[in-house]
C-alpha cells in the first residue's frame, strides 16, 4: 500500500517559518506531479503548491512569494518551505503525488494531513 507521510506541521508565531516534508513509500519519478494542499474548516481544499514533471512551480496568489515547493527524488521526498506564515494560513496542510499512471489507470496518492496553527 502506497503511503505518504507528513512530518513537520506545529503552531507558531506570525512572521515565523516552517517547513513541512512529504516522504512517500515509492519512487517519485522526475515526470510525477507533486502538490500540497491545505484545508481550512468551512472552506473548501485549496491547491497551495504544485511541482509538475517539467519542474514548473506554481503557487497559489495567497502563498507567492512566501512559500517553496522543493522535491527531492532521490529521497522521495518533497517539502513545502513556509516563510513569513501569517495567521490565514492555518489549517491541515496535505502532501499529494500524482496523478500516476498504470496502463489505462491513474491514481492519486495522499498523506493523512498535518496541522499548521499561525498564531498573531
Not at 509538475?52 to 512569494?65: E, L, M, Q
Not at 496535505?94 to 498535518?114: A, E, N
Request: hydrophobic share 30%.
Amino acid at each position: 500500500q502506497v503511503q505518504l507521510v507528513e512530518s513537520g506541521g506545529g503552531l507558531v508565531q506570525a512572521g515565523q517559518s516552517l517547513r513541512l516534508s512529504c516522504k512517500s513509500s515509492i519512487s517519485i519519478w522526475s515526470e510525477d506531479t507533486v502538490e500540497w494542499h491545505r484545508q481550512v474548516p468551512g472552506r473548501t481544499r485549496e491547491l497551495v503548491a504544485r511541482s509538475g514533471g517539467d519542474r514548473n512551480r506554481t503557487y497559489s496568489d495567497a502563498v507567492k512569494g512566501r512559500f517553496a515547493i522543493i522535491r527531492d527524488n532521490v529521497e522521495d521526498s518533497f517539502y513545502l518551505q513556509m516563510d513569513n506564515l501569517r495567521p490565514d494560513d492555518t489549517g491541515i496542510y496535505s502532501c499529494k503525488l500524482g496523478p500516476r499512471k498504470y496502463g489505462v489507470r491513474t491514481y492519486d496518492y495522499w498523506g493523512q494531513g498535518t496541522q499548521v496553527t499561525v498564531s498573531a
